[in-house]
């Protein structure tokens, strides 16, 4: 228990994806102008890496690691993710349409999402049981959450804040990222 | 022959990939009512993704129709609203009936522009602000002054402005009705009309008491009410307070006696290219 629970939290803030490990920086700039759209944005991306390590953990080692084919695994897992990533949003909108708009785009976008292809790389790099990958996947998803609701309230803030002209829009949110990575990086060591 | 195999194991991935997702695909069932039909409607739409509906594309369009049929009557896709066919599919397609007469809207012009200039104008290059000097450069204050703030508002490149006259000029083949340039217009010169009026009207001058719009450009309306009294048809009623003529193009027969009869020539015939009934 205690195993799963070092392994959420060292995905979560000590190697967190973005801040850390630099992967999703696309959505972590285009996405959190907004705090609303950061949320659902964090969300479908958890839900997807949740998925995603579920599905790809059977297939690695009951498919992969017997035919001696893991050199195969990024491409495989790619094919996987768009997949199940079509099938999700099938699902969804055929069934609970609600859900469906409230992810909106973001659930195709993030079918090609790096964050999302690293942490099922992660989990077979480490070579987690289920059960750890499945955390790990969650832990990933919250850390890349938190940390676009941290960023898109600070976007949002500083919108409003009278900055000179220079620094107005791009320029202090990549300020404000690198003071958000050494922030996290007081987190290494923790565990 | 790791390589043979490397290729063949990623293909069955992907076959059964694609299995999985048509078998989701065929099996799922439709909860929300009516979503079954977006492929349908999705069909019939152009698919050019202009975004003129309101929607973020063709297949959001279709998803907000099929989920909603009332909507399509209210705002349909402009592309569609000259071809009969297709809204004849879609209404099958629905079950409601789409009223295009009233959806198939295009923007006209009211001024010929031939009002002669007061002074050269050679400030900021734009109509709203133009208009608030002495209301405009033009002899009449209602008069279009070209600097073409409703082309800049225009997405489809409908409008364009003709030098010679300086005044706008409307495509009304490419107009698709969405009144982006009606509220640009600081002299209000521009509405929204039927798509299928036969006769226009194009002067904005009504205070007929005040001055007579002859003083104030060469084709502006007199009020003189001859394109009355020469139709046969009873398709011109007389609007008494504003003195100007309006047109039912229902009853109109396209016989020409009011353009012809119009001293100022005021009135034309609505473009030829758009209407069906125009000779």
Known sequence: ?191 | MQLVAAILLVALIGLLCGLAIYIVYIRVPHKVPGLGKIDEINKLLPGMNCGACGYAGCFAFAQEVSRNPQLASQATCPMLLGNDEVIKQLEIALGVSIDTESMNKKAMLHCKGSSENLFDYSGVQSCKAASLLAGGFKRCPYACLGLGDCMRACKYDAISIDGDKGIAVIDYVKCTGCALCVRECPQNLINMVSGRSKVSYRCNYSEIRVIPGRERCNNGCTHCRKCFVACKYDAIIWNKEKAVPEFDSAKCTLCGECVAVCPTRTLEYFQPAISPYAV
């Open chain 1, 1 to 191: 228990m205690s195993n799963i629970l070092t392994i959420f939290i060292g995905m979560a803030l000590i190697n967190n994806f973005v801040l850390v490990k630099f992967l999703g920086l696309c959505p972590f700039f285009g996405v959190s102008k907004k705090l609303s759209n950061a949320a659902s944005m964090g969300l479908a991306v958890t839900l997807v890496m949740f998925l995603a390590s579920a599905v790809t953990w059977p297939i690695t080692h009951y498919i992969l690691a017997p035919l001696e084919a893991e050199f195969m695994s990024t491409v495989t897992y790619i094919l996987v993710i768009a997949t199940l990533v079509q099938i999700m949003e099938l699902f969804i909108m055929r069934t609970n349409y609600g859900l469906y708009s409230a992810f909106g785009i973001y659930l195709a976008l993030i079918t090609t999402n790096c964050a999302v292809l690293g942490v099922t790389l992660v989990n077979a790099r480490e070579s987690f049981n289920f059960i750890e990958s499945l955390a790990s996947a969650l832990g990933a998803g919250a850390g890349f959450a938190l940390v676009l609701i941290i960023m898109s309230g600070i976007r949002e803030r500083l919108d409003t804040s009278n900055l000179p002209k220079s620094m107005k829009g791009l320029p202090v949110a990549f300020l404000t990222a690198a003071l958000l990575g050494l922030a996290f990086s007081g987190f290494s060591g923790m565990v």
